[in-house]
C-alpha cells in the first residue's frame, strides 16, 4: 500500500478484511466545528473516529502533546486498529490532521498506514456513499513499540539552535512566523525558533484539496531554504501542521522529526530565544 492512496483505490479496497479506515479531522480548538458530530452525520463507510483531542497527553499544558504508548495502544485496540491492520487516514479538516494521526501511528511502531488523498471533502465531491452513526467496532492487539526516533524535545531543539545539526520548517503562517501577527495562544510571544525556515502548510496542497506531489512539492520545500539531502525537523503551532510537513517531506523519501511541543512550549517558555522578521 502507498503512502498516499486515491479515492478509487480506496473504493476498490472497501470491505477488504485487513482494512482498517479511520477518521481522524480535529479542529484544535480553533472555531466551533465537532469532529465527532461531523463523523456521526457522515463518514466513509466502515471508518472509526480517532479523537486527536482525547488521545493526547492530557495531562500536559500543552496541547496534542504525544500520550504515552500505553494510552495509545489501548486507545488504538478499542478502535480495531491492531497488528496486520492496512490503515488508510483521512479528515475533513483546515489543518490536514490525518497527518497528525500518521505520525503518531508510525511513532508507536504501525508502519502499513497511508492517507487518503483528497480526503472526506473529494470523496463527497465525487458522490460517493457514506455512511451516519457509530460503527461496529472490532477490539484488536495492538503491539505498541514507541520509536522517538522521529520526535524532538525542547532540549533537543535548544540544542540544535547552537549546533545547526538539522534544519528546522515550520508550518504556521508567514505572518505567525515572523511575528506580525500575535500568537492566539495567552503568554506565548510572537515570532519562530532562530535558524528556521517557513512553509506554510497550504503550499503543500493542491487549490483542491489534493497533495502536491514530485516535482511540485520538491519545488515547495526548496523554495523555503531546505536542502532536502540535510536532517530535517518540522515544527508550527502545537505539532498537528508539523506532522502534515513531515509527511510531505515523506512522500519525496526524506524522513523529518517533528518538535513535539512546536512554538507553544517554545513560544511560552522564557528561557527560549525567539527570532522575529523573514528568516
Known sequence: MDSLVT?????????????????????????????????????????VFMDLGEIADTSSDLPSMLP??????????????GDGSRIV????????????AWFMLRTFGAHD????????AKWQAEGRETASGKEQLRHRHFTVWADDKGVRTLDQMKTNVDSGAEQVL???????????????????????????????????FNEDGTWKTGDALRSAFEGAGIDLAKPLVTTCGSGITASALAFGAHLLGVEAAVYDGSWSEWGADRTTPKATGEA
Open 89 to 100: 487516514l483521512y479528515d475533513n479538516s483546515p489543518f490536514h490532521t490525518a497527518a497528525r
Open 7 to 47: 479515492t478509487d483505490w480506496l473504493a476498490n479496497e472497501l470491505g477488504a478484511n485487513d482494512l482498517r479506515i479511520v477518521d481522524a479531522t480535529y479542529f484544535a480548538g480553533f472555531g466551533d466545528r465537532n469532529a465527532a458530530a461531523e463523523y456521526d452525520a457522515a463518514h466513509i463507510p466502515g471508518a
Open 68 to 81: 504515552t504508548p500505553e494510552k495509545f495502544a489501548s486507545r488504538m485496540q478499542s478502535l480495531g486498529l
Open 113 to 120: 498506514v497511508a492517507i487518503l488523498d483528497g480526503g472526506l
Open 170 to 204: 515550520d508550518a504556521r503562517s508567514s505572518a505567525r512566523f515572523t511575528g506580525e501577527e500575535a500568537d492566539p495562544r495567552p503568554a506565548t510571544h510572537p515570532g519562530h525558533i532562530p535558524g528556521s525556515r517557513n512553509l506554510p502548510v497550504g503550499q503543500i
